[in-house]
Structure formats: structure tokens, C-alpha cells
């Protein structure tokens, strides 16, 4: 999902001798990302606001955009805390290593000759703060592996065999308390082989 906002730009004019540059149109990957980066897209003014066409070279053509990111007021665009100048053609930029937070981020049209609109609207995205890494080197600590039975009710531990004591044990599967462990570390009782089994684990 992205979020684009455009808005006319206005400039006074140097020396009498361009018009001011027209829309713009700035986009921002709206959904929540635990990675600090924002790509951002837009499109390049075609149109002068006066309505006369943006010329292909020369001092009134485009050279770059310049891309502004910081805080937000409100809705609106708060403090800059950084800027990049991206060279016309291109019309993407992707800032990384943001902190966790909502980012504002707006931008310009520059030409040749080095004159600059007024910022596009503000766009945002937020930042989520990265969760913790599960424990590291979870290992049985209780040699008796469960499988796990679920009833209209309640859940059910049903012990189907053993491990070796240091067995490692996955962080990530876990259910009760109790994670899973490989199957082939395991020392069955009898003929029931559940896919998944289950121990209680320390780090």
C-alpha cells in the first residue's frame, strides 16, 4: 500500500526569467515496516504553473529532486533531519537505517539554473520498533518428550518418549511452555511417533 499526495509548487522568479515549476506527485510505502527504510516514488513536473511545458534542456529543465525527511506536526512536515538530491531522470529513492518513529518526508523540483519549488505535500510512514531475538542456546532440560492432544476442553500432554539431556530445542515452536526438539533425538516408548514432539527447555 502506498501513499501519495501531490500539490502545485510556487517559487518567486529569478531575474524575471521562469515560470514556477507545477505539480508534483510524492509517494511512500504507507504500511508499518519493522526495517528503518522508506522507498519513496514520485513523478516529474511536466508543466510550468503558468501551463507552458517544462523544457526537455537548458537552464528552466530539470536536474534533480530533493528529497527531505524528518519529523511531524500533525499532518503536516515538522524538522528536517536529512535531505538527499536525486538526479532528474530518476524517480525513486529509498532511505535506510531510519529509527523507530513516524517519518515525514516531502520533496522539490530543481533546475538547471538551480531554482527550487516549494515542497509537495507531507507524506509519512512509521517505523516499528524491532523485537527482541528469542533466547539462544535453548536445551532440554527435562528428558521426557510430550506429544500434545487437544479435547473440546483442554489440552493434553501425552509422553511418548525421551532425549538426550543438551538436546537442542526450537525457540520458535513452542506450545505450554514446552518447545519442540528434533525427532531424531528421541528414544520412542512404543509405536506412537507424533510428527512434532515437545520438551520443557532452559536456556
Not at 18 to 46: E, K, N, Y
Not at 130 to 159: E, K, M, R, S
Not at 169 to 198: E, H, I, L, M
Request: positive net charge; proline residues 6%.
Amino acid at each position: 500500500m502506498r501513499s501519495c499526495v501531490s500539490r502545485r509548487l510556487s517559487w518567486s522568479s529569478w531575474a524575471g526569467c521562469i515560470a514556477s515549476l507545477a505539480a508534483i506527485a510524492l509517494c511512500v510505502s504507507a504500511s508499518p515496516a519493522i526495517a528503518g527504510d522508506a522507498a519513496l516514488t514520485w513523478t516529474l513536473a511536466t508543466q510550468n504553473t503558468d501551463g507552458s511545458a517544462i523544457a526537455a534542456s537548458g537552464p528552466t529543465s530539470l536536474a534533480a529532486t530533493r528529497v527531505e525527511w524528518g519529523t511531524c506536526s500533525g499532518s503536516d512536515f515538522g524538522t528536517a533531519t536529512g535531505q538527499q538530491i536525486v538526479a532528474t531522470p530518476a524517480t525513486t529513492y529509498t532511505i535506510t537505517g531510519l529509527a523507530a518513529g513516524v517519518w515525514c518526508f516531502r520533496a522539490y523540483s530543481r533546475t538547471v539554473a538551480g531554482l527550487e519549488s516549494a515542497p509537495t505535500n507531507a507524506v509519512s510512514k512509521t517505523i516499528l520498533q524491532a523485537p527482541p531475538n528469542p533466547p539462544g542456546n535453548l536445551t532440554v532440560a527435562a528428558l521426557v518428550v510430550y506429544q500434545f492432544i487437544g479435547t473440546d476442553d483442554a489440552v493434553a500432554l501425552l509422553p511418548v518418549g525421551t532425549v538426550p539431556a543438551g538436546t537442542a530445542c526450537d525457540p520458535a515452536q513452542s506450545v505450554n511452555g514446552r518447545y519442540a526438539v528434533p525427532r531424531a533425538a528421541v528414544t520412542w516408548y512404543g509405536n506412537v511417533k507424533p510428527r512434532v514432539v515437545f520438551a520443557q527447555c532452559a536456556a
